[in-house]
């Protein structure tokens, strides 16, 4: 019998940092939440998308995809949200694999502030169209969806307006990871 010795791309470490990054996502989702008026639909906006930014945009599409869907999949199994969180890993894995991959694509690595925010806003409007979509099947009617429409907008400015600066200081320092 031989055996395969060729290494895996996922090494321990980049194990560890995912779970770690998983950890965070869900910590920051979990603990961090704001109930606005404007949220007709009773969601709620939290912070969850700031890790989840900070994670694809600094390490990438990979570990931004697993943390993302995990992360914020856990957070609705544990909130009382359990009806959401298949829609929930499947969106949430999307955007981070989206952001991961416009952010370091063509060698940016991350880097490009421009390309950061292109990403999210386009990762956005897949999660806009997503829960959308999820509140369509979920409650049956095409109308009402659009009340959380801007609630949707409002996490994601508030995930951009704080997660593209930390995550461009954390790149600065990304060599220590």
């Known amino acids: 019998m031989e055996i395969n010795k060729t290494k895996s791309k996922f090494t321990t470490k980049d194990m560890v940092e995912t779970a770690l990054l998983t950890a965070l996502v869900f910590v920051t989702t979990f603990f961090v939440q704001i109930q606005l008026p404007i949220m007709a639909s009773g969601g709620l906006v939290h912070l969850g998308n700031v890790m989840l930014f900070t994670t694809a945009i600094v390490f990438g599409r990979q570990k931004g995809a697993i943390a993302g869907a995990i992360g914020m999949a856990l957070f609705d199994l544990s909130s009382g949200w359990a009806v959401w969180a298949p829609f929930t890993f499947i969106i949430r894995g999307v955007m981070g694999y989206i952001i991961g991959t416009i952010s370091w694509g063509r060698g940016r690595e991350g880097n490009n502030f421009t390309w950061n925010l292109i990403s999210v806003i386009i990762a956005g409007v ?52």
């Open 126 to 177: 897949w999660m806009i169209a997503g829960y959308y979509i999820s509140e369509v099947i979920i409650y049956g009617n095409w109308v009402a969806p659009i009340a959380s429409i801007p609630g949707d907008i409002t996490q994601l400015v508030i995930g951009a307006v704080i997660g593209l600066p930390f995550s461009k200081v954390l790149k600065r320092y990304s060599n220590y990871f």
